[in-house]
């Protein structure tokens, strides 16, 4: 039965020379490559939803966000050191789990990356669109059917720009990658470097004004710092795509380690630090529910200038955020080619070392997507993609130290038990807690999912043997 | 004018919170037909019995409707633990916040990306 078969440990690395990938990246690359892939435009609009949801101790959101992440990340460390090949939680479930599992994550881990990549095109669409409409570029042409349009033709432009530079080099792709995540870093800097200053420990009064638990408010909307905890857990994922890059860290023991939790800690100051910054500077019922709250902030502070430089710098930086999801996709997808479950062809390495042709596939399917569908109305499925893959993760991890407790790892996470047990429990907890439609959508999909394995998969599985 | 004030007066803090000012059934019906959102800045000039005595809009949505209805609603809704001065008297206050109306039922959430 191929459902429960297990990949050998031995069979996780490319056999054919030709589907090796370069070696090129170390650990600062891989860290830029988690931050960039985390932090997108989400941090200039988050601090709004999450003051409205939890008032100041929206910084206790912040914190126990991380915390759930940290416990996915540890365990993203210990098993990408242990067995470095591309395919990250598809990977790991494969070796650990078995074929069946392996193939729902992988599914999964296709709404995850997918739809982020799709969804971060559309926004950056949303803020190219009407700069381009003035000077006679066809408005039609800037959004997709669903908003009255024809195809998003800026969404699909972003997509090839950034799925030309990872075919064109690796290497250089993380470069770019490095330098758009410093301006990134550097203008969040310049919001607290104004906003600190003005911190009046009377804004954080009363603290917690709706309460820890999450509950529903009269107004129909659900509140307390687990509710702002929930929202905000989504923009903290990202940090998982570095560990798609274990075949082309040039020393993986080491620099999949930190990469992984390093971006992670990285995120969670910046993250807590704008947070400290803006609820500190203004009372949260001012900027509470706004939809650009650091720069209405700014704004209040006689600071339009640095509101704008910061707005801009954001847009200008957001598309790494698709270079670290497009490349983790196509990677994942590189995987599953050689396995079998997509044509194998696809897995050939470039002469530049990289997988050309799998990211021309992935780039097509996500532009197609970005261009032509209602992405406002799927968006959400990445979070459910996304905390199934993070299950699966917590599982592998306590899995492989009761079945192979001796067995080298380069990194060794520390209270592997609460981590695992944490990650999973952490990740339950946020899936139940999502939108019903979301949920129903999730199981949809990954019905789908499981009729295609049977129909299609598990044969191309067995016949790759 | 209340502007001014407010700037010089005791900031009052809500009675009951905010989430019980408005719900999604008090939506204009006309800005419903029209689609239309957005955030609305507004002052309130809390009186010493704790009722609201003023209510100004310092940020417009861009949509009239939606601008009176905010302070049409928060006026009959909102209540405040009177300020106090320096002497724990009950005085003036000022509270400035922020509603953002939004349609709903909208699909889905956004990713926060």
């Known amino acids: 039965m191929s459902w429960t078969r297990r990949k050998p440990m031995e069979a996780m690395m490319p056999a054919q020379a030709d589907h090796k990938l370069a070696r090129t990246l170390s650990w600062p690359h891989l860290l830029a490559l988690g931050v960039g892939a985390i932090v997108g435009t989400g941090i200039l609009t988050l601090i709004g939803v999450g003051a409205d949801r939890a008032g100041p101790a929206v910084l206790l959101s912040f914190a126990i966000a991380g915390a759930i992440c940290a416990c996915a990340a540890l365990a993203y460390a210990e098993l990408s050191t242990m067995m470095p090949a591309a395919g990250s939680a598809y990977s790991y479930s494969y070796v650990v789990l078995g074929e069946g599992i392996a193939w ?9 990356y997918s739809l982020v990549v799709s969804t971060v095109a559309v926004g950056w669409s949303g803020y190219a669109g009407p700069l381009l409409t003035p000077l006679g570029f066809p408005e039609l042409l800037t959004k997709g059917p669903e908003l009255g349009g024809l195809v998003n033709v800026p969404a699909i432009f972003i997509i090839a720009v950034v799925a030309s530079l990872l075919m ?48 529903m ?20 994922y990202g940090f998982d795509a570095i560990s798609t890059a274990a075949e082309e860290a040039k020393n993986p023991d080491r620099d999949l380690a930190i990469g992984i939790v390093g971006s992670l800690i990285a995120c969670t100051l910046i993250y807590v630090l704008v947070a400290a910054a803006a609820v500190g500077a203004l009372p949260f019922t001012r900027f509470a529910d706004s939809p650009e709250p650091l720069a209405l902030i700014l704004r209040e502070m006689g600071q339009g200038t640095v509101a704008r430089v910061v707005a801009v710098a954001a847009v200008i930086a957001l598309p790494t955020v698709l270079l670290g999801f497009l490349y983790g996709q196509s990677r994942i997808f590189l995987v599953m080619a050689r396995d079998g479950f997509l044509p194998q062809g696809l897995a050939k390495i470039s002469r530049r070392g990289t997988p050309a042709r799998i990211t021309l596939v992935t780039a097509i399917l996500v532009a197609i997507i970005a261009g032509l569908l209602p992405i406002d109305e799927i968006a959400a499925l990445a979070n459910a993609g996304t905390l199934i893959a993070f299950t699966s993760v917590g599982l592998c991890l306590l899995v492989l130290r009761r079945r192979l407790p001796d067995m080298r790892r380069p990194f060794r996470t520390p209270a592997a038990w609460f981590v695992g047990l944490g990650a999973m429990g952490g990740c339950a907890y946020l899936f139940i807690s999502l939108p019903m439609q979301t949920i129903l959508a999730c199981l949809g999909w990954n019905a789908v999912g499981l009729v295609v394995y049977f129909l299609y998969g598990q044969k191309r599985a067995s016949a790759a043997k | 004018m209340s502007a001014i004030l407010a700037a010089t007066l005791v900031p009052a803090m809500p009675a009951k919170s905010p989430a019980y000012w408005v719900s999604d059934n008090d939506y204009p019906s006309g800005a419903l037909q029209r689609k239309e959102e957005g955030p609305v800045a507004f002052s309130l000039l809390i009186a010493p019995n704790g009722r609201i005595a003023n209510c100004m809009i310092t940020q417009t949505s861009g949509f009239a409707d939606l601008d009176e209805r905010t302070c049409a609603m928060i006026a009959s809704r909102g209540r405040f633990k009177a300020a106090r001065d320096e002497n724990a008297a009950a005085t003036y206050g000022s509270y400035r916040g922020l509603l953002s109306w939004r349609l709903p039922g909208k699909l889905g959430g956004p990713s926060y990306r």
Request: charged residues 10%.
């Open chain 1, 104 to 112: 729902i994550v992988g599914w999964s881990l296709i709404l995850e």
């Open chain 1, 217 to 236: 408010a009269p107004d129909g909307v659900e509140r307390g710092v687990m509710a702002a905890a929930a929202i905000i857990f989504f923009a903290f």
């Open chain 1, 168 to 215: 064109f080099g690796t290497q250089e792709s993380a470069r770019l990658n490095t330098i758009l995540v410093l301006i990134k870093i550097a203008t969040l800097s310049l919001f607290v470097a104004v906003a600190l200053p003005a911190f009046d420990a009377q804004n954080l009064q009363p603290f917690m004004p709706f309460g820890f638990a999450k509950h």
